[in-house]
């Protein structure tokens, strides 16, 4: 059914899509103002948690979203601040890194040696691959505003 799109399970992995994060961020304005807003749309006000998950596990789970939430707009801010010059060049380098992580992971084969890589990346590569997610995102709904 739908759920299976949403997970590798089938080819070895044990990810699977549990909700999605709207996000809102400021961008500086070019003449010294306060800025322009841009927000996403929201998600759907349906969340459901796997009710076979202890109370424990779903607060955990919910503290999880809500720090990967924040550490989402700290990244897209400090961006936005980043003069334009620099931020293109880190984008760039995101660019790279994504391209790199991306052959690299689909060289692998299905199943453990992938999901052991995919485990493996470093923090910086980490950094650089959600850049690269979040920041062209970040652009196209402020275009849509």
Request: charged letters at 25%; hydrophobic letters at 35%; proline letters at 6%.
């Amino acid at each position: 059914a739908a759920t299976s799109l949403l997970s590798d399970v089938d080819e070895g992995g044990v990810t699977r899509v549990i909700s999605v994060q709207c996000s809102e961020v400021t961008m500086p304005n070019a003449q010294g103002g306060d800025g322009i807003s841009s927000f996403t749309a929201v998600a759907p006000a349906r969340v459901t948690i796997d009710p076979h998950l202890t109370e424990e596990e779903q607060k955990r789970q919910i503290r999880i979203a809500s720090e990967a939430t924040r550490l989402q707009k700290e990244m897209l801010t400090e961006l936005s601040n980043m003069p334009e010059e620099q931020r293109y060049r880190l984008l760039n380098e995101a660019k790279l890194a994504s391209e790199e992580f991306l052959k690299n992971t689909l060289a692998l084969p299905p199943g453990e040696k992938r999901i052991a890589y995919l485990q493996s990346v470093d923090p910086r590569t980490s950094r650089l691959l959600a850049i690269h997610k979040l920041w062209p995102t970040a652009q196209s709904n402020e275009v849509m505003r």
